[in-house]
């Protein structure tokens, strides 16, 4: 009988509490990564800042690290890799003194993330990833989430990309 009676205090009060994290709670927790690692350590370009807002980081990253999407660091996407800490991924993007009609290379796109981050501030993407799995996986979500100005290629960026130079601007994040 006490097996039972625990079992329902388990089934009533604890098991709707673990649903996970809420889409709003995703847009709160952006909100203060923004606050508190970009603009609080100097990133004062709008245009980044209104990326780092736009773009759901955590839909870059594992399933079982989404939690911690917006935390100050990097973390796991498999393979060996990284996604870089929110702060890198601004000032890098920041230091490339973007402007809209600009052509991007990236060689090293990894999650997508940091080419989403672009795309939201230049006319066209083009990124590069050597280890395929990440390529693909990375290729997939940027078309499902509907970024069509971010082109994605399997291969070594060690030779660039040149069918599609000259670039504007090149970033190296691998």
């Known amino acids: 009988m006490r097996k039972i009676k625990y079992t329902w205090i ?7 509490g673990c649903k996970g994290i809420s889409q709003t709670d995703y847009v ?9 690692q970009i603009i609080n ?16 980081r955590h839909l870059f990253v594992p399933e079982g690290a ?34 809209p009609d600009m052509k991007v290379l990236e060689v090293g796109t990894g999650s997508g993330y940091q080419a989403a981050v672009l795309s939201e501030i230049v006319d066209h993407v083009y990124t590069i990833e050597i280890v395929e799995t990440l390529g693909k996986r990375s290729k997939k979500l940027l078309a499902d ?7 994605v290629k399997l291969g070594d960026g060690y030779e660039g990309w040149p069918e599609h130079a000259p670039y504007d601007a090149i970033i190296v994040t691998c």
């Open 41 to 56: 350590r100097g990133i004062s370009d709008g245009r980044v800042i209104k990326a780092m807002k736009n773009v759901e």
């Open 145 to 151: 989430l509907g970024y069509d100005n971010v082109t």
């Open 28 to 36: 709160a927790q952006r909100e203060r990564m923004v606050k508190n």
């Open 66 to 99: 989404m939690r911690y999407a917006y935390s100050d660091g990097p973390l796991s996407i498999g393979e060996g890799q990284t996604i870089s800490q929110p702060y890198i991924v601004a000032f890098m993007t920041e230091c490339l003194s973007l402007k």
């Open 10 to 16: 388990i089934i009533l009060f604890i098991l709707p």
